[in-house]
């Protein structure tokens, strides 16, 4: 290569001996600041590996010089939040649920503490604007099983619904009627709820399947099928429903039975974000007075 080089007759520069097509590359040395800016970034990288933590070991990395850390950044932060909100939270966890409307700032406060409780763990199941999916209740309509007041969504919230690792968890369970009755009397049952519904329905199978609903069913969602949120059977008059309101769905409820199960979050949240949360979702739309509203 070396034999290559030589001196470029125009600019009188000594070339590398590169040749592209007979095109030759000068030779021409890098300018001073470039180096040095260079160097001096190469020095700074160096110098920030030594002071910060940088290098990745067997079981973390290195902690620098100087003890920084984004995760005690963020604890610090959260702390410093939670102290200018002691009052507040102090308050939200010792009010009653239910007279929590009475105090604006505290509402206010609650609510806006719930909103970003919800998104880290509710939107997922729920969706992020609460109008829920098929088999995740919707949180902005007014059908609630098990009551839509504050106190009743706390409660709600903190034990879940039909889980098995808190005892005081809402349960209800309907039964799977394919094991019970025939596949005709299912379809009769079927044409009755549709009935109930005001949907179009078969009225001699319909006639039918209301004497078995008065048997089977009428114990737990009424005898007109508005059913019982005290219990958790849902209102099978209304429109509203949880999987669906067409013949192969309700056959599929009937027959099989539906268990949805929600978390305790009283496992996994503090009582003030339990409050909180239950104070966003109340005011999305579909919250009740302490009162409750009557189903039937």
């Known amino acids: 290569m070396a034999d290559k080089k030589k001196t470029d007759e125009v600019s009188g520069v000594e070339t590398t001996g590169h040749s592209w097509d007979?095109?030759?590359?000068?030779?021409?040395?890098?300018?001073?600041?470039?180096?040095w800016t260079l160097y001096m970034t190469i020095i700074w990288g160096?110098?920030?590996t030594i002071a910060y933590p940088a290098w990745p070991?067997?079981?973390?990395?290195?902690?620098?010089?100087?003890?920084?850390?984004?995760?005690?950044?963020?604890?610090?932060?959260?702390?410093?939040?939670e102290a200018l909100n002691a009052g507040l939270v102090s308050q939200l966890v010792a009010v009653?649920?239910?007279?929590?409307?009475?105090?604006?700032?505290?509402?206010?406060?609650?609510?806006?503490?719930?909103?970003?409780?919800?998104?880290?763990?509710?939107?997922?199941?729920?969706?992020?604007?609460?109008?829920g999916a098929k088999g995740y209740p919707n949180l902005l309509d007014n059908d609630w099983l098990w009551g839509g007041s504050l106190s009743e969504i706390a409660y709600s919230v903190r034990h879940g619904i039909r889980n098995d690792t808190d005892t005081d968890a809402r349960f209800s369970q309907m039964p799977a009627f394919g094991e019970i009755l025939e596949d005709a009397d299912i379809d009769a049952l079927v044409e009755q709820v549709l009935a109930l519904s005001g949907q179009d329905h078969d009225q001699a199978a319909a006639a039918r399947g209301a004497v078995l609903f008065e048997e089977n069913c009428?114990?737990?969602?009424?005898?007109?099928?508005?059913?019982?949120?005290?219990?958790?059977?849902?209102?099978?008059?209304?429109?509203?429903?949880?999987?669906?309101?067409?013949?192969?769905?309700?056959k599929t409820t009937i027959s099989m039975a539906r268990f949805g199960?929600?978390?305790?979050?009283?496992?996994?949240?503090?009582?003030?974000?339990?409050?909180?949360?239950?104070?966003?979702?109340?005011?999305?739309?579909?919250?009740?007075?302490?009162?409750?509203?009557?189903?039937?």
């Open 261 to 296: 199960v929600m978390p305790a979050w009283g496992q996994r949240l503090n009582e003030p974000d339990i409050r909180a949360v239950a104070a966003f979702v109340h005011g999305l739309g579909g919250g009740e007075n302490p009162a409750g509203l009557d189903p039937n």
């Open 22 to 35: 007979g095109i030759e590359e000068l030779n021409n040395p890098l300018p001073r600041w470039w180096l």
């Open 46 to 48: 160096i110098g920030y």
């Open 218 to 250: 009428a114990a737990c969602h009424g005898e007109t099928g508005t059913g019982d949120r005290a219990q958790g059977a849902p209102n099978l008059a209304d429109e509203i429903w949880l999987y669906g309101a067409d013949r192969e769905t309700l």
């Open 96 to 131: 009653d649920m239910d007279a929590l409307s009475d105090d604006t700032d505290l509402l206010r406060y609650a609510v806006a503490r719930g909103s970003s409780v919800f998104k880290a763990n509710c939107s997922q199941c729920h969706g992020s604007g609460a109008a």
């Open 57 to 81: 070991m067997v079981s973390g990395a290195t902690q620098g010089l100087l003890g920084w850390s984004t995760r005690a950044n963020v604890v610090r932060s959260i702390e410093e939040h």
